[in-house]
């Protein structure tokens, strides 16, 4: 018999495996992304019935397989239901998108209790009230940084000074990862995008809120939504090479506002 394990585990996406089984991709503290077989768990009288959702938290008990990367699940008992997500269409737009950025993020057999208590805290925000396009915007960006790609907003990437001048021009720079100050702007600059000194201010005090209860206050103009948002579409197809689609999706469901698509909307390309 294989050894096995115990750990709180997210579910992010779950499939058909048989007529009567799941596989079901998780996100853990201690092992990253964690893929498992929930044999027999469609069957009427399984005790995974009712255990599992997106939105969940749940005690995963599973044998190890190493070889295959495809472990079995011996018990699943849901810790929290959040059914706020079951009343709330908005978060649950807000859930399947983050669901899915959680499954792109997360690294299989690596530690990443960062991403884990950001993903619980955010569902708990979210299950709680109507997601809006902060919270999507502000999780983006935390959740790129819990997986090591943070933007680099606190010195600029070409000279490395920090005096960024914000009354300035700037530019954003998704190649390099963050921004460039005013003097290195007048420079070409390749790949670089115009980011007004207002967004730049948000864009940083998103970044400082660890809470996504705290994020609501800062009250961003839908210019500076959209202008945040562009962004962080660019720094993400450039680093993470995600599909466009599910993000475009979520985020025009939650950005509903005077203005209805102004250019670089995060419209698929
Ligand atoms: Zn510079």
Redesign the pocket.
């Known amino acids: 018999m294989n050894p096995t394990d115990v750990q709180p585990a997210i579910p992010l996406r779950i499939r058909p495996y048989s007529r009567t089984s799941h596989i079901v991709a998780w996100l853990t503290p201690g092992n990253g992304r964690l893929v498992t077989l929930m044999k027999g768990s469609c069957r009427a009288r399984s005790s995974f019935l009712g255990q599992y959702d997106l939105g969940y938290t749940c005690e995963l008990v599973y044998y190890r397989r190493e070889r295959f990367g495809l472990h079995l699940a011996r018990e699943c008992a849901a810790v929290k239901a959040r059914p706020g997500f079951r009343c709330f269409w908005k978060s649950a737009v807000w859930l399947s998108y983050a669901s899915f950025l959680l499954d792109r993020l997360a690294v299989e057999s690596h530690c990443q209790p960062e991403l884990f208590r950001l993903a619980e805290s955010a569902m708990d925000h979210a299950s709680a009230r109507p997601a809006n396009i902060n919270l999507a915007l502000w999780f983006e960006l935390h959740a790129i940084s819990a997986a090591g790609f943070r933007p680099r907003l606190d010195s ?6 920090d005096s960024l001048q914000p009354d300035g021009r700037l530019l954003f720079s998704p190649r390099n990862g963050g921004i ?6 007048r420079r070409p600059q390749d790949d670089s995008m115009p980011l007004s000194a207002a967004t730049f201010s948000v864009l940083r005090s998103w970044l400082r809120l660890d809470s996504p209860q705290e994020h609501a206050a800062d009250g961003p103009s839908p210019r500076q939504i959209y202008e945040a948002s562009a962004l962080i579409k660019r720094f993400m197809d450039y680093h993470l090479d995600m599909p466009p689609e599910n993000r475009y999706a979520c985020i025009q469901l939650l950005g509903s506002g005077p203005i209805s698509s102004p250019p670089g909307w995060g419209e698929p390309s």
């Open positions: 600029c990437c070409a000279c490395g000074s460039i100050c005013a003097e290195c702007a």
